[in-house]
């Protein structure tokens, strides 16, 4: 049966399962590298170092040795973002320590704010444009490529989810100022 | 007799002949040889530098600079270790081109010429270069960040003598295109104008009037932005240019627009060097053939074409030195470049698929035999492939012994030779005992110490090595710093090699200019260890989320006159007899 006539869930375009099998024993794949590596070396940490199924390939970061700038692989590079982790830094104001999240797990920005109302175990209020998080203790924040702290929720997702570098949940009364007023 | 001998010793070489004959030495090897003769020389040196190079803006620090050369008139300056092109330097690590600048306008008005590379080069900065120096010209900012259209506007409305405005590769984000309107009307010195890497939109009516008033253009490269009737209109102000970087390819042009556009494209005799051509296709690419025949350096790196593509287009590029290609041209199109260039100097293959996304077969040892077999003057090689062999190298080398630059990428990390499944120790072996002229070396693929022992016995005139994911022990790394006598920039990235490698070289790394390590096997007390011994090296460590108090995942490592910096940011730590 030709390929494209399977059934199977995955990314539209993607081909990954026969490419795999096929290539699985030739690849020395960075885990590999590490074996080889054996006197305890932390050798190629990937992005993608946590568990996943049918294996996106661990991207090793600045490898192989392109420039970023190269428009003939820029696409390529946004592909590999986009197939690794997205994974930012959670900070809430007050906490001692900090959390982890992959924001390409999430759909949009209730399911992000539901999820971090969760794992901080607080509330954040209801957004509008002209007053930000009104009526709740905490408002979320995230600082940009920029270096800019940014309200949560002014932009869209999709742009959200480029350009976010990580988040801060602060404290309501701190966040006032982040609200959208141009 | 005596009389002769005692006039030598009375008077010497009288110091404005010698001046005289120093000012037309230009290497700064040669004169950094002739400042080394005596005192007389070093002043008389001193006093005729025009031309400043720091291959490392840590090495030296601005005081240092102004109080040794008076009269510097060109300055090119180098920052971050190379590896920063690969995001393996956090943000904000430093180079930062301000303080250099705020001496400059003190020291050196006359300054004309900054050239820039891996620097980070702030608005404020530009703003500042543009005030300063009345009869400024010349300006590169090659892989530089920091800057935006701002830094640029102040540019172009301040330097009214400004011959040269090359912006290679920096990075910059959200850029607009407004600074090209703020070139002044009266302005039309410029000769050379590369803004091919901004990612902006520019006004086309003022780049065509610029082009217009600049009757001594020679190098033109726009960037994306401008497409190919716009390019046509700007190639009939200037059809003398030397160096072309078009903009996009992407246009649906009527018949007449076509003509037209080649017609402008065969009036360009001079071209000798081509870049850009962004989504060219094999529909439009046949425009650019009229342009060819003087070429001596294409540029595809940003054209995927295929191998069919190529092998219409080289034979209109009969007199090709020097290209670059994207590996989708595969196997085949590089058995076209081996039959139709034959005075190829260096050739580079660039991936379109660096992360093995969408499976692309790319180009393995087949195409880079065939490049060999038919480009005998073959010196210069970046290939990036998932496929390499022993033999094939071993052969490549054979027919084309004069590599000086040798830089082989197999992609994926630790390959064995995929018919022996052997490591490639042998290729570089190869590589380095016939390429005598070896000067700078990428290894790649499974590699034992076997490959380093072979550096270390025979590579004797390499100045660069570059590692990554190789070594069986220490050793390996021990031999190259024990045998390549002329080695000057070692960097080397997630192999084993440990504390003991380290501390070999430690005679070594005040004759070069920098050691980079990163995700291998060293610890604070390692590189303490060296601080401590050797107090005119900067020993740096740069912490990361993979660092903790014993293991050194990033260590930078180079000779300095100006001591620790005094920039570095918190997660930089600069290891000394205490810690600074």
Not at chain 2, 471 to 477: A, E, L, N
């Amino acid at each position: 049966m030709p390929a494209d006539l399977n059934l199977r869930l995955g990314l539209p375009g993607s081909d990954q399962t026969d490419v795999d099998a096929a290539k699985s024993n030739k690849r020395a794949s960075p885990e590999k590298a590490e074996d080889t590596a054996s006197n305890g070396v932390p050798a190629a940490k990937s992005a993608d170092d946590h568990e996943t199924a049918p294996a996106p390939k661990a991207q090793i970061v600045g490898w192989p040795p392109v420039k970023s700038y190269r428009k003939s692989t820029a696409a390529a590079v946004k592909k590999a973002e986009a197939e690794s982790g997205m994974y930012v830094k959670v900070s809430m104001d007050g906490a001692p320590y900090l959390r982890k999240i992959d924001i390409k797990l999430y759909n949009g920005y209730s399911h992000l704010l539901t999820a971090l109302e969760d794992m901080f175990k607080l509330s954040i209020g209801e957004y509008s444009e002209r007053e930000g998080y009104k009526g709740s203790e905490y408002a979320p924040a995230y600082e940009d490529k920029d270096g800019d702290l940014m309200l949560v929720g002014d932009v869209p997702w999709e742009m959200f989810m480029s350009s976010c570098k990580r988040l801060r949940i602060m404290r309501g009364a701190d966040a006032r100022g982040l609200g959208c007023a141009q | 007799m005596d009389q002769d001998h005692k006039k030598l010793k009375e008077s010497p070489f009288p110091c404005e002949g010698l001046e005289k004959v120093l000012s037309f030495i230009d290497s700064h090897k040669d004169r950094s040889s002739a400042s080394l003769v005596c005192k007389d020389w070093y002043d008389a040196e001193r006093w005729t530098r025009s031309k400043l190079f720091i291959g490392n803006c840590y090495s030296v620090s601005p005081e240092i600079v102004a109080r040794r050369f008076p009269k510097i008139k060109s300055v090119r300056l180098k920052g971050k270790p190379r590896f920063s092109d690969f995001n393996l330097l956090p943000q904000d690590w430093g180079a930062n081109v301000h303080a250099w600048l705020v001496m400059f306008a003190k020291v050196y008005p006359s300054l004309e010429e900054l050239r820039l590379k891996r620097m980070t080069v702030s608005d404020e900065s530009l703003d500042l270069l543009a005030r300063s120096f009345p009869g400024f010209k010349a300006l590169s900012l090659s892989s530089c960040d920091g800057f935006t259209d701002e830094g640029l506007k102040a540019i172009a409305t301040h330097c009214r003598t400004l011959t040269e405005l090359d912006i290679a590769d920096s990075v910059t984000v959200d850029i607009g295109g407004g600074w090209l309107s703020c070139f002044p009307e009266g302005f039309a010195s410029l000769e050379i104008l590369n803004f091919a890497s901004l990612q902006c939109e520019v006004s086309f009516d003022a780049l065509e009037r610029l082009v217009s008033r600049c009757r001594a253009l020679r190098v033109l490269k726009v960037n994306e932005s401008i497409n190919l009737e716009q390019l046509q209109r700007l190639l009939v102000q200037v059809p003398h240019l030397t160096g072309l970087g078009t903009g996009s390819f992407m246009q649906e042009l009527t018949p007449r627009q076509y003509e037209g556009v080649q017609s402008a494209f065969s009036n360009c005799k001079n071209l000798q060097v081509l870049s850009g051509l962004w989504d060219a296709t094999s529909l439009y690419l046949p425009l650019v053939y009229g342009a060819c025949a003087s070429l001596t350096f294409l540029n595809l790196s940003e054209a995927d074409l295929r191998s069919g593509e190529l092998a219409k287009f080289l034979p209109h590029c009969t007199s090709l030195r020097r290209l670059w290609v994207i590996d989708t041209v595969g196997d085949k199109g590089l058995e076209a470049v081996g039959l139709s260039c034959p005075l190829l100097e260096e050739l580079r293959v660039f991936p379109i698929d660096p992360y093995d996304l969408d499976n692309r077969q790319g180009v393995t040892e087949v195409g880079f035999l065939a490049v060999s077999r038919g480009c005998p003057n073959l010196n210069y090689v970046l290939y990036f492939c998932r496929k390499m062999t022993n033999d094939a190298v071993a052969t490549i080398v054979q027919n084309c012994p004069d590599f000086t630059h040798f830089r082989l990428c197999i992609m994926n990390p630790g390959e064995p030779d995929h018919l022996t499944n052997e490591p490639m120790d042998e290729a570089f072996g190869a590589v380095s005992k016939t390429c005598t002229k070896l000067r700078r070396l990428s290894v790649s693929g499974l590699l034992t110490d076997m490959a380093f022992e072979y550096i270390g016995k025979f590579a004797k005139n390499l100045e660069t090595l570059s590692v990554a994911f190789a070594g069986s022990s220490d050793r390996g790394m021990q031999c190259v710093l024990e045998g390549c006598p002329k080695l000057r920039k070692l960097e080397i990235r997630d192999c084993l090699f440990g504390n003991a490698a380290l501390l070999s070289g430690l005679d070594k790394y005040e004759t070069m200019r920098s050691l980079w390590m990163s995700a291998c096997n060293l610890t604070i007390k390692g590189c303490r260890l060296l601080a401590k011994e050797m107090p005119r090296l900067n020993v740096e460590v740069i912490q990361d989320e993979w660092s903790d108090e014993t293991h050194a995942n990033k260590v930078y490592v180079y000779r300095s006159l100006a001591g620790p910096r005094q920039d570095a940011p918190p997660f930089v730590l600069t290891l000394g007899g205490e810690d600074i």
